[in-house]
Structures are given as structure tokens and as C-alpha cells.
């Protein structure tokens, strides 16, 4: 069955700093796609980056990066020169290739804050 | 610019009513979700929808039901309304070939 796990309920950096936040899924599709999105503190849900299972190459979009261990069914999601605003819920998502192609779920989260 | 527009954004109920959640999306996009956000639980999905007049049941669905009269709407319906269903209710937009799930702002829903 399709699942997504994130296990960091909580994390504090300090401003300008590295964070990696973790998650792993389940799937039996040899095609899948990986999400990860941001909630910021008015609710607002915004899509950050992408990982299609085909690429061997990790997705970079501005300060985020992605860290895709396909053996380990593991998408980390790497934040560089951390700042105040980066302070958010973070979530993970997949979505399956064939089984289910339109069904796309999240894990529970992870909140980051970033100190100054 | 494409958007998702969700109605209301706050709703007080009691226990036993009905509820309805209206989704609006101008992004011609073929699937719509449901989910609701809970301390600890993260957004689960509750029902989706593939195209106009199809629903499709996630992984949440009892106690809901869904409705897709038309590609641009979505709808959610609490027919006996409980305090358990008391939540936060996001809807989202969204196609196959796309990266971008676009996010409602969100439904804040008070069961009494």
C-alpha cells in the first residue's frame, strides 16, 4: 500500500545554516513522483520541489534540494542558508505512477525552526 | 492566475446537521482533492476526483461524501455532522502532467 513517513515531528537550526528533513514512502509502482510542500503560519499550502522516480539526478530549485535514495525509499528534503522565513510545517508527498495514478497523499510533517 | 477557492472559511455546526464544503478551482485541471489537517495526523485524504462527475474514495471516507457536478467544482458533504469531524478542510487541484498542486486556503469546520 502507498505510504509516506516523516519521523521529525520537530527540528530547530540556527539562521544561515544547513537543514535536511526526512521521509520515506512505500510503494509497489516501479513509476512515482515526490512532492514536498510548505505550510507557512497563515495555512497558506505551497508546492516547493519534485522528484520523478525516473531521474537519477537529484531536483535542485533555489535553496531547496531534494537527497533521492531510491534503494532506501528515502526523499530528504535539504534547505541550504536557512532563513527566519523558512520557519514552516513541511510535507512530503507521492503520488503513483499506475496503482492509483491519481491519489496523492502526504505525510504528517515536520516543523522547522529557524533561530536567529 | 489559477486558483483554488474553498467556501466557507469558517463553519459552525451541530452535531446531527449537515455540513457542505464548496471547492472552486480556475485551473482546468482534471483532479481535485480533499484532505483534512489534524494536530499529529498531517493531511489526509478524505475523497478525490479525477474528472467532472466521478469521485473516488481516499484513505478517511467514512462519514463523507464527495461531488463533482462540473470540472471547475468539488464538493464535500458531511450528512450527519460529528464532533470527531471537527478539522481543518483543504481542497487542491491538480493534473497528472503537472508538478503543482494548487492548495485551497483552507475550510475551518466546528462540530458542537
Known amino acids: 500500500a502507498q505510504k509516506v513517513t516523516q519521523t521529525q515531528t520537530s527540528i530547530s537550526v540556527v539562521e544561515k545554516t544547513t537543514v535536511t528533513m526526512d521521509c520515506v514512502y512505500e510503494?509497489?509502482?516501479?513509476?512515482?513522483?515526490l512532492f514536498w510542500y510548505k505550510q507557512t503560519a497563515s495555512g497558506e499550502i505551497v508546492f516547493l520541489i519534485r522528484?520523478?522516480?525516473?531521474?537519477?539526478e537529484n531536483a535542485t530549485v533555489g535553496h531547496y534540494s531534494l537527497n533521492f535514495q531510491k534503494p532506501k525509499s528515502s526523499i530528504g528534503l535539504i534547505i541550504t542558508a536557512t532563513q527566519i522565513e523558512d520557519s514552516a510545517v513541511y510535507f512530503c508527498?507521492?503520488?503513483?505512477?499506475?496503482?492509483?495514478?491519481?491519489?496523492?497523499?502526504f505525510g504528517k510533517g515536520t516543523h522547522l525552526h529557524v533561530l536567529p | 492566475e489559477a486558483a483554488v477557492t474553498q467556501s466557507p472559511r469558517n463553519k459552525v455546526a451541530v452535531t446531527g446537521g449537515k455540513v457542505t464544503l464548496s471547492c472552486n478551482q480556475t485551473?482546468?485541471?482534471?483532479?481535485m482533492y480533499w484532505y483534512r489537517q489534524d494536530t499529529g495526523h498531517g493531511l489526509r485524504l478524505i475523497h478525490y476526483?479525477?474528472?467532472?462527475?466521478?469521485?473516488e474514495k481516499g484513505d478517511i471516507p467514512d462519514g463523507y461524501k464527495a461531488s463533482r457536478p462540473s470540472q471547475e467544482n468539488f464538493s464535500l458533504i458531511l450528512e450527519l455532522a460529528t464532533p470527531s469531524q471537527t478539522s481543518v478542510y483543504f481542497c487542491?487541484?491538480?493534473?497528472?502532467?503537472?508538478?503543482?498542486?494548487?492548495f485551497g486556503s483552507g475550510t475551518r469546520l466546528l462540530v458542537i
Open positions: 487542491a487541484s491538480g493534473d497528472r502532467g503537472n508538478s503543482d498542486y494548487t
Open positions: 508527498a507521492m503520488r503513483e505512477g499506475y496503482t492509483n495514478a491519481y491519489k496523492v497523499i
Open positions: 510503494t509497489r509502482d516501479s513509476s512515482y513522483f
Open positions: 522528484q520523478d522516480s525516473y531521474k537519477k
Open positions: 485551473n482546468n485541471h482534471n483532479n
Open positions: 476526483s479525477y474528472g467532472a462527475g466521478s469521485t
